[in-house]
T-cell receptor, first 112, second 115 residues
Framework: GENVEQHPSTLSVQEGDSAVIKCTYS??????FPWYKQELGKRPQLIID???NVGEKKDQRIAVTLNKTAKHFSLHITETQPEDSAVYFC???????????WGAGTKLIIKP | EAGVAQSPRYKIIEKRQSVAFWCNPI?????LYWYQQILGQGPKLLIQ????????DSQLPKDRFSAERLKGVDSTLKIQPAKLEDSAVYLC?????????????FGEGSWLTVV
């Protein structure tokens, strides 16, 4: 079955700098990769997703890149702000799979 | 649009007692999920329904947990008897179809403390 590994578990960056979180997956059939953000005490919310037919997707300060050959995908946050502090989860699945396989999460800390 | 509704938001019970959580998904969403999230960890899928049928309950501790989704709309998750390690947030979520390509919307969660 699919397995998703996420690194690092904690990431501390200076406000204004960029942050990158990486995930690797094992099932080459996986073709949908969402990223969820969970602020302290709140529910996870989708922030961006990508399908395997594209290599990159951007939404303002957030971007996701996908390398199908290497089976890894990354979340990039530029010009980080205090409100970016949260736990970020990557996930993977395929059209034939009913389950969304989650990474373990990355705690992003933005230092003022 | 209205979000996923859950109740109660907070519950404190003693071990060996029972508790039930209720969830009403977003209108029209066929897929409903119950996740358990222990503090500092990622969400763990307990059970997934497609309409009123169970798609996956492989991680549901069936000796103490049960869930149902009668009529394919709202759902209840029950724990009986509760253990200390059941202390967690129970997140209900829904999506319009299968997970691939469809956003999963989470409820606020039901926070359970077992003492």
């Amino acid at each position: 079955g699919e397995n998703v590994e996420q690194h690092p578990s904690t990431l501390s960056v200076q406000e204004g700098d960029s942050a990158v979180i990486k995930c690797t997956y094992s099932d080459s059939a996986s073709n949908y990769f969402p990223w969820y953000k969970q602020e302290l005490g709140k529910r996870p919310q989708l922030i961006i997703d990508i399908r395997s037919n594209v290599g990159e997707k951007k939404d303002q300060r957030i971007a996701v890149t996908l390398n199908k050959t290497a089976k890894h995908f990354s979340l990039h946050i530029t010009e980080t702000q205090p409100e970016d502090s949260a736990v970020y989860f990557c996930a993977a699945t395929s059209d034939s799979n009913y389950q969304l396989i989650w990474g373990a999460g990355t705690k992003l800390i933005i230092k003022p | 649009e209205a979000g996923v509704a859950q109740s109660p938001r907070y519950k404190i019970i003693e071990k060996r007692q029972s508790v039930a959580f209720w969830c009403n998904p977003i209108s029209g969403h066929a897929t409903l999920y119950w996740y358990q999230q222990i503090l500092g960890q990622g969400p763990k899928l307990l059970i997934q329904f497609q309409n009123n049928g169970v798609v996956d309950d492989s991680q549901l501790p069936k000796d103490r947990f049960s869930a149902e989704r009668l009529k394919g709309v709202d759902s209840t998750l029950k724990i009986q008897p509760a253990k200390l390690e059941d202390s967690a947030v129970y997140l209900c979520a829904s999506s319009s179809g299968q997970v691939s390509g469809n956003t999963i919307y989470f409820g606020e969660g039901s926070w359970l403390t077992v003492v």
